[in-house]
């Protein structure tokens, strides 16, 4: 078989950091160990072994452990003939493979895939599928500048033979097996496989009648397989060296195999093995016309046959319910992870419809945000109008203010003029100057008072508490010092104060020096204007 589990030498995993990874890794490598030390023995326990292997290394979700589980629970299923198993490890490996891009081990997967076809009988697909796992090795091995593992060659070596063997191609399968005998003649770590070899070119040179090469083979073989003190295959050397000696007509050294071989067979339990050289031995008995053993024998090989029908009816009924227990757990794993995905599905759309659901009010909230900025926004506009327009009304009513301002300092004008010819008027027979000097200083006193007590009323309407404020300020100021910062307040110029007071130009400008101290703005470029513009 091609497979190769280096479980045993390495564990190429990366860096763990968690110790519980590091812990159920080497639980893994722990399994892997049974499994491959049970296979042969006790493949029950070594199939078992290697699946609670493989599902401890999905989990951990390392690709080297999982290709490892996966082929020994694929080997076990193929020698045990549970062949639904093998299949399903070996697309489990391929897959794996084909996820991770590693040509290595789908060249291994078709190997095994191959194998799987040869017992199956499928003897051509088994040898196509062989020839394809082989180049994708070796292109592998060419690519990365290696050689393909020394145990994939063994073992396609042997099952390539078979194959070979099987389709009565005998030099082919010759050449197959020389090729890994050539191989493996001097690694003590494979002589099983080289002992394998070495029996099955035995066992084809016998088939082919090549009597000469196949006795130095097979003794070769049953040596190895003495020292490995593996019974069943010495039981199976013997019993090909007897057929090789009855075939050669050399009966004494046929019997004498035969019952080596018929010994450790019925020591180990070898039924199939207790069948066929039984069967042997009652027929040379029965040549040799000896009625008692060749009964005898005759009884045995009929027993060992019942027996082996027997337990290969029973071994079938514990294959099935063996194989149908694993496929039930495999099922209901499958059904759990489809409850998995379902439950996950479903707790991913409540997350989603929660996001929505926030997402939503979130948006609805910065929608309300917006459109109270919105808003607010339009209620400054509509207040920025508003002020713009009582601005205006209140640059309006200076304005008026200032006119009418104006309008007084030309009636007092035309007053001054009345007074000024009044007073100007030469006197008559009749004298009135008395009078109208008198009338003149009422005037006087009238234009004087009333115009600024009125110009006074009107100022505060506009603007309530400019003098509150501006005393508070200043408390120093007096009334002539309130009333100008009045005409300053609405940007009146020194002609129009001089005009509107009666005083002259140059009163109106010392006044103004004399104010700019008090309002302590004489070292500053400030205007007084703009200075109280903020009262």
Known sequence: ???????????????????????????????????????????????????????????????????????????????????DIAEVYLNKYLDLAEKEQDEKRIGQAMGNLGVLHMFLGELDHADSLFN????????????????????????????????????????????????????????SEFQLVYAQLLQSLGILYVETNQIAKAKSYLDLALEIQKKLENSPMVAACYLSLGEFSEKNNQKNAALDYYTKGLEIAKKSDLVEVEAEISDHLYQIYQKEGNAKLALDYLNQNLDSKAKMKRDEAKEALYRKSFARKIFKKLEAEKNQERKTRRLLAVLLLVIILVILYFLMKYFRRSKEIELGYEKELQQLEISKLENDRLQADLEMVNKKMASNALQAIQKEESLNLIVHRIRSTKPTNSDPSHLLKSISKDIEKLNSTKNWEEFEVRFVEIHKFFFQKLLEAHPGLSNNDRRLCAFLKLDMSTKEISNLTGQSLRAVEMARIRLRKKLNLTNSDVSIFTYLSDF
């Open 132 to 187: 394809q796992g082989i180049t994708k090795l070796q292109q592998y091995a060419k690519q990365h500048q290696e050689d393909v593992s020394l145990e994939d060659q063994l073992n396609i070596y042997l099952d390539l033979g078979h194959i070979y063997k099987e389709k009565k191609q005998f030099s082919k399968a010759e050449q197959a097996y020389l090729s890994g005998i050539t191989f493996a003649k001097h690694k």
């Open 1 to 83: 078989m091609t497979i190769s589990c280096e479980n045993e030498k390495s564990l190429d995993v990366g860096i763990l950091t968690d110790s519980q990874k590091i812990k159920d890794s080497l639980q893994v490598i722990q399994k892997l160990q049974i499994a491959k030390k049970n296979i042969l023995i006790n493949y029950k326990l070594g199939i078992s072994e290697a699946i609670e292997a493989s599902k401890l290394a999905e989990k951990l979700d390392i690709p080297k452990l999982r290709f490892d589980g996966y082929l020994e629970v694929t080997r076990g299923a193929l020698y045990a003939g549970i062949y």
